[in-house]
């Protein structure tokens, strides 16, 4: 799947001039426009990993885009399990993936 | 001698008995009136706990299921190859009080079950925090289960299932039960469905909290009864749960016999990240709502064992019924009334990890052999299920 930024004068919408937004996205800049969610500007950058699971550790990314699956889950700005489809993106977030390995040693 | 067994039910007791019968040479059909492991068998947690029950005739059959499943796990690994991972798992259960007066009726609970054979271990409220760093330490008393185990019940249910028709088991889906089909002499000798005619020489009814329908179209009057259960899934986290763990109320809600509402707190973590958070227990016939005063209770008692979880977003949440039986004891055995026909049934909440012994005992019982356990406590013929046969009836 390719993710990409319309220029807003192409885009049928007609939107009013957007506002531009940089975030960090596991140290890298990225940048997008104000009112995108978190999800959005990482996607409309091409990246589509968000995380890898603890089990298989298998790359899991935006899978609903709605706030149902909780497959989009990242880091921002310390805070752990975040939808990044729910997010709106602001100036300066620090977002980065995330991935939690099993517990060792399971029962005592 | 039984050559050929028709079960009703394909959920895992169903299957575990299909699976112990083909093993041994008997020509199996199992029939459900839908999909497959679509029943109870997928409603509930995958709980194989030793730890719930009191000493007696359900907790000899728990230690006899806590010792088979490993080789059982095992066994199906290596039969089925590819086959998806049951997810077995011996993670212990940690059982604590939450109040001044529960402590000692849990750790006199845990004696009499040493008594009896379970693997218990008393542990100081700090060592129980180091074994769950997060739980609340104003805990009064902790004991250890470290015979309580876990399975993904859906793929054990499929395995053995899957594992019966390498044996040659028949599975019909979507088939319900329609009616007998009796001998001159009136012995069940068969059932119909609304395609076809099956006939063997015994018919086992596996079909869970609707074994009393099925009961009833074969022409007895059965004594289970469905008691709801729900289950709270939170968002997948770093994984800050290591065991089962539960409040000791918890045992006093599954002996119970009241119909209302009880909740009781059972939390644990999966792999992928996500806390299961249950209990209750309602009768409420098969009324499937998703009632949100049940979800709002099961949760504010989660908080009282792990205060983090406040922080934390519910999922999804499921539910399920449980085939209940008024004396609390599993049905297993042949039916006293009508020649033929069999249970397999009445587990409550322990259905997942009786199933193999269910299915080992009835296989036993069928072909000649001499069962690995006693297997009159759990006879539809015995004492205490008798009140209850005449009053249905």
Known sequence: MVSRLIPFRDDPIQPSEPTPVTITFDGEPLSGVVGQSIAGVIMANERLGFRRTSANDAPRGVFCGIGVCFDCLV?????????????????????????????????? | MI?????????????????????RGVDVTVIDRSAAVSGTTAGGEGNLLVSDKAPGSELTMALHAAALWPRLSAELANELGTFPDMEYEQ??????????????????FATAQRDAGVQTEELTIADA????????????????????????PVIAAEALLASARRHDARVLQNAPITGPVLSADGALVGVTTPTETVRADAVVIAAGPWSGEVARTLGVLLPVFPRRGIVLVTSRMRHRVFHKVYDADYVGAVGSDDAALQTSSVVESTAAGTVLIGSSRQQIGFDASMRTEV???????????????ADHQVMRAYGGFRPFMPDHLPLVGPDHRLPGLWHATGHEGAGIGLAPVTGDLIAAMMVGAEPELDVAPYSPSRASLAPFLTEVA
């Open chain 2, 3 to 23: 050559g050929s067994v028709i079960i009703i039910g394909a959920g895992i007791v169903g299957a575990s008995c299909a699976r112990s019968l083909a093993t």
């Open chain 1, 75 to 108: 880091v921002i700005d310390g805070v752990e399990d975040v939808r990044a489809c729910q997010r709106r993106a602001r100036d300066g977030d620090v977002v980065t993936t995330q991935h939690h390995t099993l517990p060792e040693g399971e029962g005592s």
């Open chain 2, 295 to 309: 979800m709002a209770e099961i949760a504010a008692k989660a908080l009282r064992l792990f205060p983090f979880l």
């Open chain 2, 91 to 108: 993670k212990g259960g940690l059982v604590v009080a939450t109040t001044a007066a529960g402590a000692s009726p849990l750790l006199s």
């Open chain 2, 129 to 152: 925090l180091r074994l769950e760093p997060d739980l609340n330490p104003a805990i009064t008393a902790a004991v250890f289960y470290p015979q309580d185990s876990q399975v993904q």
